[in-house]
C-alpha cells in the first residue's frame, strides 16, 4: 500500500456499512485493518506463476459412506423399552406451557 490507512478512511467504510464506532473503536479498527491490508500487499508481492487457482487448498472428496439399505429395528420393540409410550410414539412429559 502506497499510503497507510487513515481514520477517515475507516470512519467513511463504517458510515457505509451503517456502523455506528465510537472514538476509541475507530482508532482500533484503523490499525486493525491496516495491519490486514500490509498482509494482503504482502500476499499479492508473492510470485505465483505456474500455481494454479483454486477455490479449496486440498482436493475435496466424497467422505459420506454410501447408502445402504438395513433392516431396521421393529418400532413395537423399540416402544417396548420406553418408559411411557402412547399410540405407536414416546409419551414424554410437557415442559412448556400447560397439559392441554
Given at each position: 500500500?502506497?499510503?497507510?490507512?487513515?481514520?477517515?478512511?475507516?470512519?467513511?467504510?463504517?458510515?457505509?456499512?451503517?456502523?455506528?464506532?465510537?472514538?476509541e473503536?475507530?482508532?482500533?479498527?484503523?490499525?486493525q485493518?491496516?495491519?490486514?491490508?500490509?498482509?494482503?500487499?504482502?500476499?499479492?508481492?508473492?510470485?505465483?506463476?505456474g500455481?494454479?487457482?483454486t477455490?479449496?487448498?486440498?482436493?475435496?472428496?466424497?467422505?459420506?459412506?454410501?447408502?445402504?439399505?438395513?433392516?431396521?429395528?421393529?418400532?413395537?420393540?423399540?416402544?417396548?423399552?420406553?418408559?411411557?409410550?402412547?399410540?405407536?410414539?414416546?409419551?414424554?412429559?410437557?415442559?412448556?406451557?400447560?397439559?392441554?
Amino acid at each position: 500500500m502506497t499510503e497507510p490507512l487513515s481514520r477517515e478512511d475507516v470512519s467513511h467504510v463504517a458510515k457505509l456499512a451503517r456502523l455506528r464506532l465510537t472514538e476509541e473503536e475507530l482508532v482500533r479498527y484503523t490499525e486493525q485493518l491496516g495491519k490486514i491490508l500490509v498482509h494482503a500487499q504482502d500476499l499479492n508481492s508473492l510470485d505465483l506463476a505456474g500455481v494454479a487457482p483454486t477455490a479449496h487448498p486440498f482436493g475435496l472428496v466424497n467422505v459420506v459412506r454410501q447408502d445402504e439399505v438395513h433392516p431396521s429395528i421393529d418400532p413395537a420393540a423399540v416402544l417396548a423399552e420406553a418408559p411411557d409410550a402412547e399410540d405407536g410414539r414416546f409419551a414424554v412429559p410437557r415442559i412448556v406451557g400447560e397439559a392441554p
